[in-house]
C-alpha cells in the first residue's frame, strides 16, 4: 500500500495508533521516539516510528486528526483501512475539559466509558447520549484499562474524596507529582460534543452524565468506530480547563503544559505494551 510505503512503515510490526486533534497535542508524543516523515493524508498529518515496549518493538502512528467528531471518526477509521490487523491499539491523548467536579487541572483522565453529551433521543426511550440504533456508551479495552491502572500507579496514596465522595465508575489511581506537575490519574467516563461545557450548562450535564469525568470533542467518536471494527480503544488525556470550577479552584494551564502531561502518561502506557 503507497500510503505504508510513504509513511515508511513497516507492514510486519504490531503497531499503536495515537491519535490529538491539534499539533499542540502531537508535538510532545513526537518525543517517544524517532518518527520518519511527515505525510499528509486528507488534510490529517500522520507519522510514524518503532518504539520498544516491554514486550518488544512496536510501530507507533501519531496522527494530528483536526478537531471535531468527524475529523476524529475519519482518522480511526483510516487507520484501520492502513493498518489491518496489525493495529493492535488505538489511543486518544491530548487535553480534556475537566467534567467532573472533583477533577483539577493536570489531572489525567483514562476514559473507560465514552458517550455524546450532545445527543439526547430520550423522547423515543434512548437513554441520554445515545445516538439512536447505537450502544448508550462505548468502551475501552479491559487489558488496556488494566495496563494503564499497571502503568501509571504510583507509590502515593489517593486524594482525601471517598469512595462515597466519587461518581460510580469513576475511580482514582493516586497522585504523580513528580511527572511533569501530573495531578490524580482518574479512570472513569468521558463525553464527546461538538459544543463546549462552560459554566452555564456544567451544572445540567453534570446531572444528566453524573459519572463523567472528562469533556472533548473528539473521543467517542473515535471509540465508536474502533467498537465498530473490533480495534482495541482506550484515552488518556491531561486537564486543561475546568468545565465549572469552584471559587477556590485554578481553572486553566496552558494547553501545551496538559499535552506534555498527556504524552507522558500515554508513553508509561505504551511502554507496558
Known amino acids: 500500500m503507497h500510503i505504508l510505503r510513504d509513511l515508511h512503515a513497516s507492514t510486519d510490526l504490531k503497531t499503536v495508533a495515537i491519535a490529538a486533534a491539534m499539533d499542540m497535542e502531537t508535538e510532545p508524543l513526537l ?11 486528507a488534510g490529517q498529518n500522520w507519522r ?3 518504539f520498544e515496549g516491554e514486550a518488544g518493538p512496536l510501530q507507533l502512528c501519531v496522527i494530528t486528526t483536526g478537531i471535531g467528531l468527524a475529523n476524529a471518526a475519519s482518522a480511526a477509521a483510516r487507520a484501520h483501512l492502513v493498518f489491518g490487523e496489525n493495529l493492535c491499539a488505538y489511543m486518544c491523548g491530548g487535553t480534556t475539559g475537566g467534567l467532573g467536579a472533583q477533577t483539577s487541572v493536570r489531572d489525567v483522565v483514562v476514559g473507560t466509558a465514552f458517550t455524546y453529551s450532545r445527543a439526547d433521543a430520550t423522547a423515543f426511550g434512548y437513554a441520554p447520549g445515545q445516538v439512536p440504533g447505537m450502544p448508550e456508551q462505548y468502551f475501552a479495552d479491559p487489558a488496556l484499562v488494566e495496563k494503564a491502572r499497571t502503568a501509571l500507579a504510583n507509590e502515593n496514596s489517593p486524594g482525601d474524596l471517598s469512595a462515597a465522595d466519587r461518581p460510580e465508575g469513576a475511580n482514582q489511581s493516586g497522585d504523580s507529582n513528580h511527572v511533569h506537575g501530573m495531578g490524580k490519574v482518574w479512570f472513569g467516563q468521558v463525553t464527546s460534543s461538538d459544543a463546549f461545557i462552560t459554566a452555564a450548562n456544567v451544572e445540567q450535564m453534570r446531572e444528566i ?3 463523567a469525568l472528562g469533556a472533548d470533542m473528539e473521543t467517542t467518536a473515535a471509540a465508536q468506530v474502533c467498537t465498530g471494527a473490533g480495534v482495541p480503544f482506550i484515552s488518556v488525556r491531561a486537564v ?3 468545565c465549572g470550577p469552584a471559587a477556590n479552584q485554578d481553572f486553566h494551564i496552558d494547553g501545551e503544559v496538559a499535552a506534555a502531561i498527556s504524552a507522558q502518561a500515554v508513553r508509561t502506557l505504551v511502554a507496558r505494551l
Do not use: M, Q
Not at 31 to 41: K, W
Open 48 to 50: 510514524v516510528g518503532v
Open 209 to 211: 452524565f453524573p459519572a
Open 240 to 242: 486543561s480547563d475546568l
Open 31 to 41: 518525543d517517544l521516539t524517532s518518527f520518519g516523515p511527515s505525510v499528509d493524508i
